[in-house]
């Protein structure tokens, strides 16, 4: 009895993949988004943006019409160290106490290969948004082995300036180009119509 219940969880997950649009929630455990910057010509300081929230859904039939929005607290930003993560959440860095939240919403998605795509859309870092393109691999959706629950990865990279968000705060020290590197594991949460807001 329990393999015929398990073979028809396994054939529901398969006839969700070809569903169309479905939506999933970021695991703000398993999402990580970590970022590199030159410190003054000796190594690269990395930092991370703990505990992400947001939604994205995808159509794995048809990759334009997937869609992927994020919100991080400046707060959460995390250098591993009392007195660093003071100053960089301070006023010349990310000020987090006047802009508390950084979010990325997409707009276009592009699939360059089987597991390839470039996602593209607004960031908003310090009150300035700006376009962020992000390069990315879908690396897998099934049912979590811990879980049992329908999960889907994604792993994706990106580079900005800072300076194109207002932060230029000692620049003879403090790279300009913040190197992005993002991990993705997301739970799904409704199935989602392709009719869903048409009237």
């Known amino acids: 009895m329990r393999k015929y219940l398990l073979g028809i969880s396994w054939l529901s997950l398969s006839s969700a993949c070809v569903a169309g649009p479905v939506e999933f929630v ?34 794995e039939k048809n990759w334009a019409a997937s869609s992927v929005q994020v919100e991080m607290a400046a707060a959460n930003v995390e ?33 360059t290969g089987p597991k390839k795509g470039v996602l593209s859309g607004d960031l908003s870092l310090l009150g300035v948004t700006k376009t962020l393109n992000l390069e990315f691999t879908f690396n897998k959706r099934a049912r979590h082995p811990y879980t049992l629950k329908d ?15 207002g932060m230029r705060a000692t620049p ?21 119509s392709r009719n869903a807001g048409k009237k």
């Open 26 to 59: 970021l695991d703000p455990i398993h999402t990580q988004i970590v970022f590199s910057v030159e410190h003054a010509g000796f190594s690269m300081s990395t930092g991370k943006l703990l505990r992400p929230t947001g939604t994205l859904v995808f159509d």
């Open 151 to 165: 999960t889907i990865g994604f792993s994706a990279t990106a580079q900005l300036q800072r300076a194109d968000f």
């Open 172 to 192: 003879n020290t403090v790279g300009d180009a913040v190197n992005v590197r993002i991990s993705v594991e997301a739970v799904r949460k409704t199935a989602i």
């Open 79 to 111: 250098f591993d160290d009392p007195e660093w993560n003071k100053a960089v959440r301070g006023k010349s860095y990310f000020n987090a106490d006047t802009f508390p939240t950084i979010s990325f919403q997409s707009k276009t998605l592009s699939q």
